[in-house]
């Protein structure tokens, strides 16, 4: 079973492979007959048979070149001990020779090309009419010629090869390069517009849903200065999303001017994500004194950050009293943001699950700055707090 599998991969030769001893072939056959000035007897049955097989073993130099040349020197080494005429049997010689060459390495051709050399020299020192230097110079020369050029050959093709890997590996690292790009991209555009959306929506629906229940419920009881601060409040949210997401898509467009690179305040607008969560029903200690000069992005990861957090209280704890607190210190900027749980008698306005993309965005958000996040349950075990470690890049631009 393994020899005949080992002989299907054997015996089907390409089409150079086939070529190639047909034509050495014919090349010898018109050597043997066309008149020459060499010296040899021409050769006979035994003598063509000799050269036939030799050119025949030129189809294995692809696949076995040393022992091509092997097994072509052995019978040309017996055709022109027989005193055969010497030229009809240099094709041979010289196609094995140069395929070897070709197959390299270096440090197999030319111990190889010397066992050879060697060979050579000896038969043709022996043979009477073949006995001077000039003639075993002569025919050295012409092996080690077409050695060197086979060998040449293979150096170029390496050569070019290597042009073409370093060219395609160039290509798929540019490739890969632009795929990274588009993926970081896209979650950069998913998270800016999670966090846009997600708290604006979040504001006006429960913002709405307390008039909804005052004009059902309390009719009789309606404030109606509250309900018509309460609509403004929402008309107010509704137009700061639609502005931030008109500034969002022409950063996406390639239309905002040079100096709008981020469609999203930086610390400067803490105040006003307190207010607006304090709208909704909350109550927010915003403690953040007056902070030194903190990078661009590191303070729209901050502002982002506190944008979400608020947003998970406001619809997973109504009602609830939150701190945010921020310090810095020589290299970090510390964020902290904490909540004590709903207030008695309110009910989400949603509930947490598996599909959330809240805490992962801020992860993304401090990761983005080279910072951490940690987030879980409140030690004593009500409320929920986020703690996010920004550090500092003093090659970014520092704004508040």
């Known amino acids: 079973m393994l020899a005949t599998s080992h002989l299907r991969r054997v015996l089907p030769l390409t089409r150079s492979e086939i070529v190639l001893p047909l034509s050495t072939l014919a090349v010898q056959s018109v050597l043997v007959v066309a008149p020459n000035g060499f010296d040899g007897t021409r050769p006979d049955a035994v003598g063509l048979a000799l050269l036939t097989s030799a050119a025949l073993m030129l189809a294995g130099w692809r696949r076995a070149p040393v022992s091509t040349v092997l097994a072509v020197v052995t019978i040309l080494a017996a055709y022109n001990t027989m005193g055969y005429l010497h030229l009809a049997s240099v094709p041979a010689c010289m196609v094995a020779l140069y395929g070897l060459a070709l197959s390299g390495p270096s440090r197999r051709t030319y111990p190889i090309v010397a066992v050879v050399v060697a060979l050579m020299t000896g038969i043709l020192s022996a ?7 000039w003639d075993i110079l002569r025919n050295a020369g012409w092996v080690l010629a077409i050695v060197v050029i086979g060998d040449a050959v293979r150096i170029h093709r390496r050569y070019i090869t290597a042009i073409v890997q370093r060219a395609e590996h160039a290509e798929r690292t540019r490739e890969e390069e632009a795929a990274r790009r588009v993926t970081e991209e896209r979650m950069r555009i998913a998270r800016d517009l999670h966090d846009l959306l997600a708290h604006s929506i979040t504001l006006i629906g429960v913002q709405a849903s307390v ?7 309390d009719p009789e009881l309606l404030d109606r200065q509250a309900l018509a601060r309460t609509l403004t409040t929402i008309t107010d949210t509704c137009r700061d999303a639609r502005t931030e997401l008109r500034t969002t898509l022409r950063v996406l467009r390639g239309d905002a001017p040079d100096d709008l690179r ?4 930086g610390l400067a607008g803490l105040p006003a994500l307190a207010r607006a969560a304090e709208a909704a029903g909350v109550q ?6 007056q902070l030194p000069q903190v990078p661009a992005r590191v303070a729209v990861a901050a502002y982002r950050i506190v944008q979400e957090a608020l947003t998970n209280a406001v619809r997973h704890a109504p009602g609830c009293r939150i701190r945010v607190r921020l310090t810095t210190d020589d290299r970090h900027l510390r964020v902290i943001v904490e909540d004590h749980g709903p207030a ?3 009910a989400p306005v949603s509930s947490p699950g598996p599909t959330g993309y809240g805490l992962v965005g801020m992860r993304e958000r401090a990761r983005s700055v080279g910072g951490t996040l940690t987030a879980g349950p409140r030690p004593p075990g009500r409320g929920f707090a986020i703690e996010a470690e920004l550090p500092f890049d003093e090659g970014l631009e520092a704004t508040r």
């Open 211 to 217: 008039a909804a229940h005052v004009l059902v419920e």
């Open 262 to 265: 981020e469609p999203v305040p």
């Open 284 to 289: 927010v200690d915003l403690d953040a004194p």
């Open 344 to 346: 008695p008698g309110r």
């Open 127 to 133: 043979r009477s009419h073949a006995g001077t230097a």
